[in-house]
Structures are given as structure tokens and as C-alpha cells.
């Protein structure tokens, strides 16, 4: 086990521990704690400090490779990005296009259009997920009653709308009687 040059640490002490009151994020905190570490107690080793931090030696390797490479600009760097899916945004776009003129029946026909189209192969799961991320909605028509009487309902509608103009002359209401004639 290699040991570690400690006068690469540029900074001192007080100047780390005024950082790490003010750090951007949480998940840098262990990263100066080492450093601090590092810099006060000479005699601790990497393998030691797993204990006091709770992170794995070659963890605590890699963030001193990055503080040799490139001081504390380069320990602080954050570099990950997430899951960006399957399609480029430009697949995406054409999806969504499709999706918004034509739509689908089912997720099914999703994943084929998918396919067919851009040879990317989706789960159910994961096109239910894309749609998520996309923000789109099943469009689901509204519940009718089976024993709908159509003339029952032609008839409260009009005695609804006949009283909503009696009680309000002054409101200028107008509706169709007779829904044929346009």
C-alpha cells in the first residue's frame, strides 16, 4: 500500500473546516472531512479513516487520485447525470408527435410503432415509464349509465336551462331548443 503525500494538501486546516460549513452539497462533506483528516493526523492511514467516515478504502483512494489530479476544483466535481433513455431527443420528439396527431389503442402499439421505427425494443413497463417521464395521460371517455333514458335527459336539460334564464334575465343566456338546426 502506496502511502500518501500529505504536503499535496494545498490547503490548511482552518480554510477546509470554513468549507465544509459551507459546502454546495452533502455528499462532498466526507470528501473534506478526509482531507481534514489527512492534513491534522498524520499517522491515520486511508484504511483507518474508512471507519470514522463509513466509506470503502477504495473510495477514499479515488477521491485522493482526484484531489492529486486536480486539487479540491476536481474532489468537488460532480459528474453524474441520469438515465436519459432509450431515444435520442429528436426519437423522442417524433414519438410524442405521433403520439399527439394519431395516438395509440393500447401500449402495445406503442412498442411496436417503437420498434418498426426506430429498432428500439421497449417492456411494458418501460414504455409506461417513458410515458410518465413525457407526461401523457390515457385518454378514458366517461362512464355512461346503460339505463340512460335520452328523452328523460333531453327534457331535464331544457327545464335546467329554461329556469337558469328565469333567474337570470339580466344575463343575456341563449341555448338551442332543437340541438338539429345549427
Do not use: C
Not at 43 to 49: A, I, Q
Not at 161 to 176: Q, T
Amino acid at each position: 500500500m502506496r502511502t500518501i503525500d500529505r504536503t499535496k494538501i494545498r490547503e490548511n486546516s482552518e480554510d477546509l473546516k470554513r468549507l465544509l460549513k459551507r459546502v454546495a452539497h452533502r455528499r462532498f462533506i466526507p470528501r473534506i472531512q478526509m482531507l481534514i483528516l489527512l492534513k491534522e493526523k498524520p499517522e491515520m492511514t486511508l484504511k483507518e479513516m474508512t471507519n470514522l467516515l463509513h466509506f470503502s478504502y477504495p473510495t477514499l483512494k479515488g477521491w485522493w487520485k482526484k484531489y492529486e489530479k486536480g486539487g479540491l476544483e476536481e474532489l468537488l466535481d460532480w459528474k453524474v447525470t441520469g438515465y436519459r433513455g432509450k431515444m435520442t431527443e429528436e426519437q423522442l420528439q417524433e414519438f410524442v408527435n405521433e403520439l399527439n396527431e394519431k395516438g395509440f389503442s393500447n401500449q402495445r402499439g406503442m412498442i411496436d410503432w417503437i420498434y418498426q421505427k426506430f429498432g428500439i425494443r421497449y417492456s411494458q413497463q418501460g414504455i409506461s415509464d417513458l410515458l410518465k417521464r413525457i407526461g401523457a395521460k390515457k385518454k378514458v371517455g366517461r362512464p355512461v349509465n346503460v339505463r340512460k333514458d335520452e328523452n328523460q335527459e333531453k327534457e331535464f336539460k331544457e327545464k335546467i336551462f329554461k329556469e337558469i334564464v328565469r333567474e337570470n334575465p339580466d344575463k343575456g343566456i341563449f341555448f338551442m331548443t332543437n340541438p338539429d338546426l345549427d
